[in-house]
């Protein structure tokens, strides 16, 4: 499950959806900072696109494998 990068905090599954359909980050809910999907997540996300009987499960599994990152990475 995705974890805060500045406070270790795990983040709910609710955050981390709303998380995913947010392009400019999202909040931290313990410790305040703002944290955003990382780069390597992002690729695998884009592999999922490509391969859409992958997604259905990728999407089903994405609050466990989506890792948390404190700048905007790959932009
Ligand atoms: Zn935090």
Known sequence: MATCQNCNY???????WKLG??????ICTNCGQKQFISFETKILMTL??????????ALFLYPWYVKLSNFEEGK
């Not at 795990?10 to 981390?16: G, P, R």
């Not at 359909?21 to 999202?26: C, M, P, R, V």
Request: aromatic share 8%; net charge positive; glycine share 8%.
């Open 48 to 57: 999922v696109d490509l391969l859409p009987i992958v997604g259905v499960v």
């Open 10 to 16: 795990k983040w709910t599954k609710k955050s981390i």
């Open 21 to 26: 359909f947010s392009k400019n980050g999202a």
